[in-house]
T-cell receptor
Framework: RKEVEQDPGPFNVPEGATVAFNCTYS??????FFWYRQDCRKEPKLLMS???SGNEDGRFTAQLNRASQYISLLIRDSKLSDSATYLC????????????FGAGTRLAVHP | GAVVSQHPSRVICKSGTSVKIECRSL??????MFWYRQFPKQSLMLMAT?????????EQGVEKDKFLINHASLTLSTLTVTSAHPEDSSFYIC??????????????FGPGTRLTVT
C-alpha cells in the first residue's frame, strides 16, 4: 500500500465550480500535512499547510481527519488558473523533515 | 525570499556519461537539502537527504555509488548521476530548508532539472 494515496483524476470542471480532492495516508504517526500545487514540468509549490483539523485560505479549504487518516482539499469558485496537479504531502514522525508525496490529482478547469 | 536555483534546467547526455546537477539556496543558508526524482505521472520520490559537511542519507533502493551527493557549503548541494542510462531519464528536483526557520517543515523547491539519457 502506498504511503499517500490520491485519486489521479483528471477532474474536468467548469469555471466557478466547487471541486474536492481526497487523500489517505497509511502512517498513523504522521505529524504534518500539506497540499502542494504542481504545474506541468514545474516544481511543486506550497499551497496550504494543514493545522489541527483543518483551515481555510480564501477559496481553498483543507481538512484533516486523523482518526480516518484522511485529508481533503476543497476549491470553491474554480478559476482557469487553478488548473494544475494537486499533491497531498505528509511528514512522517522523525526523519530529517522528510516529506512523502502523493502522486497528485490533476484538475482541469475549462471556460 | 527563499529562492532555490538548479543548474542546468535541462540536460541531454549519452549513455555511460556522468552528469552533475547543482542546487543552490540563493538568499538563505540550508544545512539540509533534499533530492527528489519524478517520473512522468508519478509522485516525487525522495532519493536522499543531503546535510552540509556530512554524508548524505539515501532512501532505500537508491544506489549511493550511482547518485553521488556533495553538500560542501550551506548554499550548495550537487547530485552527480554517474554512468547514466536511459532509465535514469527523469525530472530531478532539489529542495532546501532554511537554517533560520528552526522547526519549520517548509521546504523550498528548485525549478528542477530534466535529464534525458540517450
Amino acid at each position: 500500500r502506498k504511503e499517500v494515496e490520491q485519486d489521479p483524476g483528471p477532474f474536468n470542471v467548469p469555471e466557478g465550480a466547487t471541486v474536492a480532492f481526497n487523500c489517505t495516508y497509511s502512517n498513523s504517526a504522521s505529524q504534518s500535512f500539506f497540499w502542494y500545487r504542481q504545474d506541468c514540468r514545474k516544481e511543486p509549490k506550497l499551497l496550504m499547510s494543514i493545522y489541527s483539523s483543518g483551515n481555510e485560505d480564501g477559496r481553498f479549504t483543507a481538512q484533516l481527519n486523523r482518526a480516518s487518516q484522511y485529508i481533503s482539499l476543497l476549491i470553491r469558485d474554480s478559476k482557469l488558473s487553478d488548473s494544475a496537479t494537486y499533491l497531498c504531502v505528509v511528514k512522517p514522525q522523525g526523519g530529517y523533515n522528510k516529506l512523502i508525496f502523493g502522486a497528485g490529482t490533476r484538475l482541469a478547469v475549462h471556460p | 525570499g527563499a529562492v532555490v536555483s538548479q543548474h542546468p534546467s535541462r540536460v541531454i547526455c549519452k549513455s555511460g556519461t556522468s552528469v552533475k546537477i547543482e542546487c543552490r539556496s540563493l538568499d538563505f543558508q540550508a544545512t539540509t537539502m533534499f533530492w527528489y526524482r519524478q517520473f512522468p505521472k508519478q509522485s516525487l520520490m525522495l532519493m536522499a537527504t543531503s546535510n552540509e559537511g556530512s554524508k548524505a542519507t539515501y532512501e532505500q533502493g537508491v544506489e549511493k555509488d550511482k547518485f553521488l551527493i556533495n553538500h560542501a557549503s550551506l548554499t550548495l548541494s550537487t547530485l552527480t548521476v554517474t554512468s547514466a542510462h536511459p532509465e535514469d531519464s527523469s525530472f530531478y528536483i532539489c529542495s532546501a530548508r532554511d537554517l533560520l526557520e528552526g522547526d519549520s517543515y517548509e521546504q523550498y523547491f528548485g525549478p528542477g532539472t530534466r535529464l534525458t539519457v540517450t
